[in-house]
């Protein structure tokens, strides 16, 4: 008997260990920067070891009245940008699923491109294509109206921008969501006497809200996130927005860590009340209409309605496609700025070679951004087929906490997360010394991409069947063999899927690169950006064209291969 | 072949694993501000020349200084060179710099050695000009917020360049509110502050602007020199020449290598790099290149270095919030 038990009590801490491992991991790599960032905002001087100034830096926030500012700017902007995506977004879902349309494959990669883009490439290119002595003006051979500059480097243009990058968020949604109304509610509708104004009014419209309502406010939390943007164009526009400004305050001198924390809470405050309302929404949403149908009404445009779709479609294209990238790949060719761009001897070849040359600190960002790009999806890879196996065989609290921390950095601001991951690791008890190295950009793209593989690893998880795993468990089988053998080989396609991804999005990442960029290294998107601080455009958009050609082109190999939407990658 | 890729991409990857931790074993980590090819040049001359690995980071006397403070706990640098003596003092006054020596001492002015801080070099503000477009050249700081140069003026940010923060913090700390005054007048009349000196300096290079304020010299020589339609005018009220300081911190694990690294910049080889920087040099027994005026010719106001030193934070500080970004 008393041995039974015994067992009984070994087993179960056997079968635990897992759990705790990945609670473990968690903790590490997760819960205790994120804890770092919300007790420095708290105490502000918590890593010299005191607890004195209990709750200054919120107090710093409120009373400056700039700080504040910035707090009402990002959610005006984030307001006028959400806005802006559901004027433009829901059309273009609308034209694509009730309507007949012709060239709807030519749309979707249309709105594919900028969806695939990272938002500071494109705001760079538009900030080369309007400013003074910009391609505009030349275009226009300098009849350029003072106030086009005046308008684009301002709020308007920062929303413009955001819009262009993220309506294909609406797009998408609305597009799923209108496929998915079964045409009972219409054809009702209609027999019962509704001409087509009272149908998409009475019936399309309400059924459709709760979906433009939650794609709207994921649009408000990618904006407010963003941090690209606001840091390369809302400083020209003297538009302080909260991202920008965290960084600012921990990387322009002087420097102010406590008052930054302070802002990334608010930041996560913002966030985390996003996503409770995106919760409340999905779950409101059943209206016990039986989602997923195929058979769905399609209306029929006339000549003057199909014109009138094609031009908006056409201006769309013009302004989040052809400029920004246009202009990308003429800056990148141009020899000799003031030289003319209409000027055909004034385009070479020559920055390539500059940038890229043999020992040149162009390849080594290229190599360096490489090399995070396939260590840390590889890690990622390996670490979330063993958390979610793990999370899968449990249930109760605390697999359920754990599942949701290994989201959240998903949802929370990446600028946020690599604060924490800078208090974190930087603090004078931590005893290994990886700030500063190569290694904390690794550990940081690993925690910033993790959540995205979990995803993948989740689903693979839900369609592999227990018995499998059952039946090689009563053969005898220990459990790592069951992982090895059985789990990991069923998971392999879903982690495939989600390496190529995170190999993607390392390959031009953004934040983390450059709030931890160790000494004398670069990475493909600080190299954009410094030089485009110091002046060198061609070269930073020699450096854009490549990554993006490179990405882009991985990412549409990738989806023909796996097939699904776009697959969503921000930076 | 399929199972065939995840081998190759773990050895892949362990080679970068170790091509990065053989980047991470270095002598001697050094910061510094200032012209990247100048850091560049005297660093991998100092590697040729004593076999020391020396890690090097460049950037923005801003980018150095928070970085600096971002470790404050947890330090990681040896030698620090910055483009700001205030901010030297300021590094001085926290108290986490070694007292510092040179061999070459005889060869030095004695204004431009503290017990803490010896400079290697120094530039002076100007106002740099777009010689296409501006015939007449500036005479003074003060006529640059008149009407006739409205939208037409860039000047950098005291928070992301050395120089430029030297000299705000001068020109505040000698006329206090009249100088704030006239900043706000400046950026009202549409002058674009942000960014390092070389953001400010090239849609002047290509006439989108027309004159930088508070340019560094150096970097409008380097244009002069490459042919562009550029040049400095030094005002006549006067202007600040501000030394380069290099220090070493006191919680530095290499106190030797830094020493070594500190002679090297300071010795005959080291400074020639800077004369041909076109830079002003440390040693009194270097002359500039002829491109560029020496310290005899230069006018300057009284600058205060003391007071510049405690209160350069806050003034910049103030700077940032009041003038650029207007909140």
Known sequence: MVNFKERRWYQRIMNSAMLYIVLLIMLIMILYPLAMVFLQSLFPDILGGSLKGFLSPFIQVFKSEGLLQVVVNTILWGIAVTIGCVIVGVPCGFILAKTDMPGKSVIRVIYAIPYMSPPYVGALAWILFIQEKGFLEEMLSGHLPAFVQELFFSFWGLTFIMVLFLYPFTALGVEAGLRALPSNFENSARVLGANRKALLRRIVVPLLMPVILNTGLLVFLQTVSNFGVPATLGSRARYPIITAEIYNLISSWPINFPVSTALSCILVAMALTIMYFSERVLKKRDYGVISGRGIYQVYSLNRRQRLLAAGFIFILFICSVAIPFGTMVLASLVKLWGGGFFNLSNYTLQNYYEVFGLHSPGLQALGVSFSLGLIAPTIILLGAAFISYVLAHYKGGLAFALNFIGFLPRS???????????????????????????????????????????????????NITKNLENSALVMGASKWRVFTKIIFPLLRPYLIASWILSFIISVRELVASILLLPPGLETTATYIFSQFEQGGLSEAMCMATVTITLTVVALLLFNLKYGGGPVQSRT | MKKRIFPIIFMVSLFYVFAAGAVLAADLVVYSAGPKSLSKEVVAKFQEKTGLKVQLYPASTGKVLAKLEAEKYNPVADVVVLASWAAGLGLKNQNVLAPIQTQHRQFLRDEWVDDHLIATGASAMGIAYNTKLVTDPPKDWWDMAAPEWEKQINMPSPTKSGSCSDFVTAFIGLYGDKAWDFFAKLRDNGANIAGPNNQALTPVLTGARKAVFAAVDYIIYKQVKKGENINIAYPASGTVVNPRPIVVLKSSTHKENAQKFVDYYLSKEGQALVVNTILIPARTDLKVLPLRVGMDQIKTIPVDWNWLGKNQQEVVGRFYKKIETGM
Not at chain 1, 415 to 429: D, E, R, S, T
């Open chain 1, 412 to 462: 929370l601001p990446k600028v946020v997360v690599v604060v924490g991951l800078i208090l974190a690791w930087n603090a004078p008890w931590m005893g290994i010394r990886i700030y500063n190295t190569y290694f904390m950009l690794l550990l940081a793209y690993i925690v910033l991409y993790l959540p995205d593989a979990l995803r993948y690893g989740d689903s693979g998880m839900r």
